[in-house]
């Protein structure tokens, strides 16, 4: 249930034409990297973690943006 919460999150953010190019860029790559299955489990969610850390500290992000990314990873962690 929260994979796929965070997938759906990851996809708005990736659709949000108001939320900068590089942005959308990485939330499409953590998607893709979700969503992988040849991939274990805690190894796909330890790659999206980084990818959201980073994306956290990213100063370009609008508010609302970043507090998407924090559900994110408050789902994530949550598995």
Known sequence: MSLEGAVRILEQ???DRTIP???RERCLSARETLTDAKKELRVRIDA???IMDKLSEDPNIPV???TQIWNIVSLLESI
């Open 48 to 50: 999206v973690l980084q």
């Open 13 to 15: 953010i990736s659709d």
């Open 64 to 66: 609302y943006a970043r």
């Open 21 to 23: 190019r590089n942005v």
